[in-house]
């Protein structure tokens, strides 16, 4: 089953979102498998981001995503990766309609209220970075 990694960022957290942004992927159908509520180490927001490392807002992304707690998680179900980057909208909130996470809560490209994996190969990386295989839980099959 494929899995995604979701993060929210420190504005989302400081915006007390944590609620509602879980329940739309709750609501979706998905599963959650891992959570936690974190400071990120400058080293590890470093990592997370490199592909971005020669962009002028490196260390303004960096320095925010550092400056509060973050909730970073676990989503896992049927083409996650895509229908979560569906559900987040737009990476500028001015461009993500109405209905998707930034498109409701978001202002600016920089407090953009959510960050997700765009592709499964991102998915691996950023949930190997951030979460250890004995943090993520399993279900089992109800009916
Ligand atoms: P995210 O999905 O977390 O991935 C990279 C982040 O870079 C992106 O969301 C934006 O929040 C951020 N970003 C993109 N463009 C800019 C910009 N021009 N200034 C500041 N941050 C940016």
Same mark, same amino acid.
């Given at each position: 089953?494929?899995?995604?990694?979701?993060?929210?960022? !420190?504005?989302?957290?400081?915006?007390?979102?944590?609620?509602?942004?879980?329940?739309?992927?709750? =609501?979706?159908?998905?599963?959650?498998?891992?959570?936690?509520?974190?400071?990120? !180490?400058?080293?590890?927001?470093?990592?997370?981001?490199?592909?971005?490392?020669?962009? !002028?807002?490196?260390?303004?992304?960096?320095?925010?995503?550092?400056?509060? !707690?973050?909730?970073?998680?676990?989503?896992?179900?049927?083409?996650?990766?895509?229908?979560?980057?569906?559900?987040?909208?737009?990476?500028?909130? =001015?461009?993500?309609?109405?209905?998707?996470?930034?498109?409701?809560?978001?202002?600016?490209?920089?407090?953009?209220?959510?960050?997700?994996?765009?592709?499964?190969?991102?998915?691996?990386?950023?949930?190997? *970075?951030?979460? =250890?295989?004995?943090?993520?839980?399993?279900?089992?099959? *109800?009916?």
């Amino acid at each position: 089953m494929e899995r995604t990694f979701l993060m929210v960022k !420190p504005d989302g957290v400081q915006r007390n979102l944590i609620g509602e942004i879980v329940s739309r992927f709750e =609501k979706k159908g998905f599963q959650l498998v891992g959570a936690k509520l974190m400071h990120i !180490p400058t080293e590890l927001a470093e990592q997370h981001y490199g592909e971005h490392k020669e962009r !002028p807002f490196f260390g303004e992304l960096v320095d925010f995503i550092t400056s509060g !707690p973050v909730f970073a998680m676990v989503w896992e179900g049927e083409n996650v990766i895509a229908t979560a980057r569906q559900m987040m909208g737009s990476t500028n909130p =001015k461009d993500a309609a109405p209905g998707t996470i930034r498109g409701d809560f978001g202002l600016t490209v920089g407090k953009n209220v959510i960050h997700g994996s765009d592709s499964p190969a991102s998915a691996a990386r950023e949930i190997g *970075l951030f979460f =250890k295989e004995a943090e993520l839980v399993e279900y089992k099959k *109800l009916v």
